[in-house]
């Protein structure tokens, strides 16, 4: 009589998991086995099927080359982590499993490894037929003992990526959504074969798959699908969204918020609030927009923000990971340039460099670019500049000269905010990777006051083409060119004769608020002037406004400019005013700080407008040769 074995029994003979076993079985690759109940009956001789997973060549490791090659843009975990250069992350898997929170939230900026992370989580906690423990043998997580290695291939998962949801429309982005829906529902569809799922659940997920599934029901796919799979693996799954927000940032720019926020918290709300078939849940994105009811509520949750200090070093690289970084390419006298282009940020209480740009450095034979600026809309400083009033201005000129500002920080921004209300602009600003906490005081409940500064060249770099593009009605891009290419071969004259004729086509934008128009100006020069100093001295009514360009090196010319406005006066009177606003710069000294660090080109500008009538009288202290010019427009 033929003796039999249960899956159990046969996955410890042939070496693999029960559900590979049942794989087999119920896809007929065992001959003579039979299914009783919800258990297999397996004959006890039978012989393991061939693995026909090695076929398809998926991940076999080929022979490593010397040196590895950079993972730009990999975000396959199990890719990147065994053909690639990689930075091992994993301890940010002992790091939950140590606390176990229900729902966690890491907020990020973009391209700083949100993806390849999720992408790991997924790898290490996933059910699969694939033994894929392999990816983590010999990674820091398997160092800490058989408690944790137990987590790993234990749960179904339910992953998810919005990262490339950025359509014009919101018929787009409900389609686009409702395909990467699909293909997750499609990924489980061993669920269409179970018994353990009833008739109708199988015609919910048919209709899903073949797009015949309405808006109500699309929106509860997470929902639906973890209380399938918690019932045919008799284990809750865990659900994975990457990118939680990028289609609401869409919807933000484009108009069509509201709709998008309605269905993402109908979505979200389902598979992680109150979900009896959910073992924990992971989302990553820039904002946390649980603040603007997308969770309705959802009180397990915990926020991760990039000023707390819980998985501060696993999103970004380190110093001594970037240092080991350069050594292994054979450039370790290049990690000062790294610093000066790519470092400046502060998560938490770790020193942060960004990932992305270093990467595409060493892959860029070590030359310094702003490889973040291409990877995403920088768009919100433009939105910024359009609707700044003085504070902005002054605070915007602060930062592009160098220095630090201070400001109220609420993590939880949402976009509407932004035009709402002014102090929320800094907090998304930091948030999104463009500002970077140089103090933190977290004595405000849970919101901050900081010390905000620019991180780095990079981000000086985007700041300044993004205010130039704005303010191209004040400061146009052919002179922006001309100056700069002025000041690169050292032409004194050509800069002097370039920025009289500036100062004479931007005031034409002058308006009735004269501060306004000053701080947009002095703003251009200060993005225009890279390398130099900015400052200001501004006056109320009627009088004057003093901008002061201090260069960085004595070999480029100083710039002193004073502004006067007068409503009602003649052309003679606007002349006398052009050449009383010069001679102020000399009365005043106003000279003596560039005189002090042995800068001997000064040039200086006095400019008087009257409505649309314009004068500008300039001297050069160094030949003391003096050109007034009369513009009527």
Not at 19 to 43: E, F, L, M, T
Not at 590 to 599: C, R
């Given at each position: 009589m033929a003796s039999f074995k249960n899956a159990r029994e046969i996955s410890e003979l042939w070496?693999?998991?029960?559900?590979?076993?049942?794989?087999?079985?119920?896809?007929?690759?065992?001959?003579?086995?039979?299914?009783?109940?919800?258990?297999?009956?397996?004959?006890?001789?039978a012989q393991k099927p061939v693995d026909r997973r090695i076929k398809t060549g998926a991940y076999i490791q080929p022979a490593k080359p010397a040196v590895l090659p950079l993972p730009i843009g990999i975000s396959d975990y199990r890719l990147a982590s065994s053909n690639y250069y990689y930075i091992d992350k994993t301890l940010m898997i002992k790091d939950f499993l140590d606390e176990r929170p229900m729902v966690s939230l890491f907020t990020r900026p973009r391209r700083f490894g949100k993806t390849l992370n999720?992408?790991?989580l997924r790898v290490f906690f996933e059910k699969s037929d694939e033994d894929t423990s392999v990816y983590f043998r010999n990674k820091k997580i398997w160092t800490c003992g058989q408690y944790y290695r137990d987590f790993q291939g234990k749960y179904p998962v339910i992953y998810v990526t919005f990262k490339d949801v950025k359509c014009d429309s919101w018929e787009d982005t409900y389609d686009l959504t409702c395909q990467i829906l699909r293909n997750e529902v499609h990924r489980h569809r061993e669920l269409l074969n179970s018994d353990r799922i009833s008739a109708y659940d199988k015609k919910y997920l048919e209709n899903v798959l073949k797009g015949a599934a309405s808006e109500s029901d699309m929106a509860m796919v997470f929902l639906n699908l973890s209380r399938m799979l918690h019932a045919h693996y008799e284990i809750a799954p865990i659900i994975i969204i990457d990118e939680y927000d990028t289609p609401?940032?869409?919807?933000?720019?484009?108009?069509?918020?509201?709709k998008i926020i309605g269905f993402m918290r109908n979505l979200l709300s389902g598979g992680l609030k109150d979900n009896p078939h959910l073992s924990f849940g992971f989302l990553t994105g820039i904002l946390c927009v649980a603040k603007g009811s997308i969770f309705s509520g959802l009180n397990n949750i915990t926020i991760n923000s990039i000023l707390d200090n819980k998985y501060s070093s696993?999103?970004?690289?380190?110093?001594?990971?970037?240092?080991?970084?350069?050594?292994?390419?054979?450039v370790p006298e290049k990690y000062d340039e790294i610093c000066k282009w790519y470092d400046g940020y502060r998560f938490g209480k770790s020193e942060i460099f960004n990932p992305w740009s270093v990467i595409n450095y060493f892959n860029s034979a070590c030359e310094p670019k702003a490889f973040w600026l291409s990877t995403g809309n920088n768009e919100i400083i433009g939105e910024i500049i359009a609707q700044a009033d003085q504070d902005i201005y002054e605070k915007l000129t602060s930062l592009v000269s160098g220095q630090t500002i201070v400001s109220y920080i609420d993590t939880s921004v949402i976009y509407p905010q932004i035009k709402q209300n002014p102090s929320a602009i800094y907090s998304f600003l930091l948030v999104a990777g463009y500002l970077n906490a140089v103090k933190v005081d977290s004595s405000f409940g849970d919101d901050y006051m900081c010390e905000l500064a620019l991180p780095n060249k990079?981000?000086?770099f985007v700041y300044r083409k993004e205010i130039l593009q704005k303010l191209n009605n004040i400061i146009p891009q052919a002179t922006v060119i001309s100056v700069q290419e002025a000041i690169y071969s050292g032409d004194s004259k050509r800069i002097q004769?370039?920025?009289h004729g500036l100062l004479l086509q931007s005031a034409s934008c002058f308006d009735t608020s004269r501060e306004n128009f000053c701080h947009r100006l002095t703003l251009g020069l200060c993005a225009m002037w890279s390398g130099s100093n900015i400052s200001t001295n501004w006056k109320s009514g009627e009088g004057h406004y003093g901008i002061q360009i201090m260069p960085k090196t004595s070999d480029l010319p100083g710039i002193l400019i004073e502004l006067t406005v007068d409503r009602y006066c003649t052309q003679e009177k606007l002349n006398q005013l052009a050449e009383t606003a010069l001679e102020r710069i000399n009365d005043k000294k106003?000279?003596?700080?560039?005189?002090?660090?042995?800068?001997r080109t000064i040039f200086?500008?006095?400019?008087?407008?009257?409505?649309?009538?314009?004068?500008?009288?300039?001297?050069?202290?160094?030949?003391?040769?003096?050109?007034?010019l009369e513009v009527p427009l």
């Open positions: 070496g693999i998991s029960e559900h590979q076993v049942a794989n087999y079985c119920s896809n007929g690759d065992i001959p003579g086995a039979v299914k009783q109940g919800r258990s297999w009956r397996i004959p006890s001789d999720m992408d790991m609401i940032q869409q919807g933000h720019a484009l108009g069509y918020y509201n696993y999103f970004g690289f380190t110093p001594d990971e970037v240092k080991e970084m350069a050594a292994y390419y054979g990079e981000i000086s004769k370039l920025i106003y000279e003596s700080k560039m005189l002090a660090k042995d800068i200086k500008y006095g400019v008087a407008i009257s409505g649309k009538d314009i004068v500008v009288s300039d001297i050069e202290t160094s030949d003391r040769k003096k050109n007034t």
